[in-house]
């Protein structure tokens, strides 16, 4: 007699069926063909009227031509619709999603209905109701949703929930149920590991690098020169989705593994495509905002190294970049000062550097002794220290050096090797205006900060800032000198606020110690150039580039909000610092210490993951 050990066969379809369902109960081949075909209609309303009067601005009146919010929609309906055919595997197309397509068809479809029904609801509330609206508009509204709800019908693997004690209280029960749902949402939304990269053509890989500095040109010329606050809302919710998309989709893993392979064409190409901005632009409007932003993202790199690489909280760095301009203006030529010397550009750009050096030396030795919350309040109180002395030395508190609140004024503009900064030029056909004049000196300097950066990183004294900032007890037992190593930090930092702070004095005209606070609701100052660091990711060199970028924009478009600006922008860093704590460009050792469930990334270098 024999007895049988194998146990039968269950069909395993209803299990996987009921594990992997959509947030929307429908099925997978409907919603998949709705989310499709919605797109494609939403992208063909786009080229209707969505209202009758060209009061509303972007003139959303003219059949054939979409202008304004629709271009927005229009972009992220292509991209839904791309992601969507991809899904379905079409030839030529699967390259658009090496990570899966689902949670890209998501974020996408996010990315339409959110900018589609903003503009319906500005249009109804600005222009007085609904009756406004022409059908384009209602094709849109409606075709998006229903791509977003045949998106979120698209199935994914469903979580199991933790078990829970039955004898646990009502707000226990209600805690878990929150919780678990939280865990559902965070599921549907998550992306697969992206496939193996082939191995391309050199050529290939630089083209697509060309290609990819390209879109993103375009992207910050139109992000920057949105005309009306409506327009630009739209920009923010399409560029925010549709960045999520394209990261979910697995393109920007490979964007990333591309140009790890080709690390310095790819940052010389970015500074070259930097520096086609102002050529992009038919008046200085748009470069002044430019030249501001890199002054802003070159005194946040320097302090980078401080934060980001040495781990020292340094709450009173804006005083070096006031130290640096105060030194450049006083001897730059202005009437102002006390000294009556006008030295040529690179003597004052030493100055500047050198007196930052200076003062980063002497307020570091006798402090980096000090760790932790004890030596950022020491930082603060050098900030605010500065600025008091500087607005004392008036002849009156003090001597009269810094002309007290009224500052150094009338800094004459640069001119380097008989080039007028202050001036317009014709190059290659373009008008370049003095703001633009600006931004390219600015973007030389800022090139030169990232060289040094990357050159300090990869030498000994960058590993040993990174050793003292992980366990500086572990660092000294080791034998390396945790003194020495942080003054070198906190000297090399200032030195590079110096730099910038000797270009800002020309670009201002006039130096004054207001300029120099810890808070404001305008950058630059010690909070903002903080939360650019770790808003961008500390330790890496696009994090505070773009952080900087951002905290400099965003704020100077939402001026429109009046009194509630600084509570939606400071709203929106809560919500960005709670779900990427990390940063928006983070290195391999702060995504783990924030997700140590998830999975390396795929690509690490200096620049981040």
Not at 446 to 462: C, H, K, N, P, Q
Not at 475 to 486: D, E, P, S, Y
Request: proline share 5%; charged share 10%.
């Amino acid at each position: 007699m024999t007895t049988q050990t194998t146990a039968p066969q269950t069909p395993s379809t209803p299990a996987a069926d009921s594990a992997r369902t959509g947030l929307v109960p429908i099925p997978e081949h409907i919603g998949r063909a709705l989310a499709t075909g919605a797109s494609v209609l939403t992208l063909a309303a786009t080229f209707l009227a969505w209202t009758w009067t060209a009061e509303f601005p972007g003139d959303l009146t003219v059949y054939g031509y979409p202008g304004g919010l629709q271009v927005l929609v229009l972009v992220g309906a292509a991209l839904t619709t791309l992601f969507a055919l991809s899904s379905y595997g079409v030839k030529g197309l699967r390259w658009l999603t090496p990570s899966g397509a689902d949670a890209a068809i998501k974020f996408a479809a996010l990315a339409t209905c959110g900018t589609a029904l903003y503009t319906v609801i500005a249009i109804s509330v600005e222009l007085g109701g609904v009756v406004n609206l022409e059908p384009g508009a209602y094709i849109a509204a409606v075709g998006s949703l229903a791509a977003l709800i045949g998106a979120l019908a698209l199935p994914f693997e469903r979580p199991e929930p933790d078990p829970i004690d039955p004898d646990d209280s009502g707000w226990e029960h209600f805690k878990h149920e929150v919780a678990h749902g939280r865990d559902i949402v965070k599921a549907a939304f998550a992306s697969g590991t992206p496939r193996p990269l082939a191995t391309l053509p050199s050529y290939a890989e630089i083209l697509i690098i060309v290609a990819i500095l390209g879109l993103g040109l375009t992207i910050f010329t139109y992000g920057i020169g949105t005309e009306y606050d409506e327009l630009f809302i739209g920009f923010l919710i399409v560029a925010g989705f549709g960045f999520a998309a394209l990261n979910k989709s697995g393109l920007i893993a490979r964007a990333s593994q591309i140009s790890s392979r080709h690390q310095n064409i790819a940052i010389c190409g970015a500074f070259l495509a930097a520096a086609a901005f102002p050529f992009t632009q038919t008046d200085d409007q748009y470069a002044t905002l430019g030249v501001y932003i890199l002054i802003f993202a070159t005194v946040a790199l320097g302090l980078n190294i401080v934060v980001g690489l040495a781990g020292l909280l340094d709450l009173g760095y804006v005083a070096f970049l006031g130290v640096g301009a105060y030194a450049a203006s006083l001897v730059s030529g202005s009437p102002s000062s006390p000294f009556h010397v006008h030295f040529p550009f690179w003597a004052a750009l030493l100055v500047g550097a050198a007196a930052s050096l200076v003062f980063g030396v002497l307020i570091g030795a006798p402090t980096l002794r000090l760790r932790g919350d004890y030596l950022a309040i020491v930082t603060l109180g050098f900030g605010e220290i500065f600025r008091i002395t500087a607005n004392n030395l008036d002849g009156t508190s003090g001597p009269n050096l810094t002309n007290g609140s009224n500052g150094v004024s009338a800094v004459p503009n640069l001119n380097i090797f008989g080039f007028d900064f202050g001036t317009e030029h014709d190059m290659a056909g373009f008008t370049i205006g003095r703001f633009a004049n600006y931004f390219l000196l600015m973007l030389l300097i800022t090139a030169v900060v990232v060289l040094v950066f990357r050159r300090s990183g990869d030498s000994r004294i960058g590993r040993a800032w990174v050793a003292i900032r992980e366990d500086e007890t572990a660092a000294q037992a080791m034998g390396i000198n945790g003194f020495r190593v942080k003054l070198i930090a906190f000297a090399v930092g200032a030195c590079l606020a110096g730099l910038a702070g000797t270009v800002q004095a020309h670009v201002t005209y006039t130096v004054t110690p207001e300029q120099y606070l810890f808070a404001s609701s305008t950058p630059p100052n010690s909070a903002f150039l903080l939360a650019a660091v770790v808003l961008g990711g500390m330790g890496t060199i696009a994090g505070p580039l773009i952080g900087a970028s951002l905290l400099f924009l965003i704020p100077n478009k939402l001026q429109f909000l009046g009194n509630s600006q600084l509570l939606v922008f400071g709203l929106a860093l809560v919500l960005l610092m709670r779900f990427r704590p990390e940063g928006l460009i983070a290195n391999r050792r702060r995504q783990l210490e924030f997700h140590d469930k998830a999975d390396a990334p795929t690509v690490l270098s200096k620049t981040g993951a």
